[in-house]
């Protein structure tokens, strides 16, 4: 028997969000109608779960949240580990070598993130930011290469 999902808390608001699917929250999108995903009641943000499953991929969002963590994404951390391939610290030789790469780059950026928020790793992730904690990283990762989150790493036997 499958493990019963926690439902997630909005951020916002603290309410329990409840599961719906993506008829209602994207109705013109009927590619994503038979998705489950939770909404919040209070502020009406929401988000959507793992392929397959119920478990969220992490804490309702409204607009301005959504937004934020998007824009952190794009900007700041997948650029970081997304070219650390082609940082000129590497040399891959072919695709599963720049896989491999990237990976270990990833591990270490959200690493570095979770070290200078003072969170645990595992709890690093955009999906649960709220505002703030979205400020905070962009504070943390600005101005900040590949090559400096390397180096930290390498520092504080970061494994890859």
């Known amino acids: 028997m499958p493990k019963a999902v926690t ?3 909005c951020p916002p608001c603290g309410l329990v969000a409840r599961l ?3 008829v209602e929250i994207y109705p013109h999108r009927r590619d994503l109608h038979a998705k489950p995903m939770w909404k919040c009641e209070g502020c009406g943000g929401y988000v959507g779960c793992h392929d ?3 478990k969220p991929l992490g804490t309702p969002a409204g607009p301005e949240l959504r937004k934020a963590r998007r824009i952190l994404h794009e ?3 997948d650029p970081l580990w997304m070219e650390a391939d082609r940082s000129g610290l590497y040399r891959p030789e072919d695709a599963k070598a720049r896989a ?8 270490r950026v959200y690493a570095y993130l979770a070290f200078h928020l003072g969170r645990a790793k595992a709890d690093t992730h ?3 930011f709220d505002l703030e904690t979205c400020r905070q990283a962009w504070r943390v990762l ?3 290469s590949y090559s400096q ?3 930290w790493a390498k520092d504080q036997k970061v494994a890859a």
């Open 142 to 144: 600005n101005g900040v």
């Open 7 to 9: 439902p997630p808390i």
């Open 149 to 151: 989150i390397r180096d």
């Open 100 to 107: 491999i790469i990237r990976g270990a780059a990833r591990n």
């Open 52 to 54: 397959g499953t119920t």
């Open 20 to 22: 719906t699917d993506g």
């Open 75 to 77: 900007q700041m951390i």
């Open 126 to 128: 955009t999906g649960v």
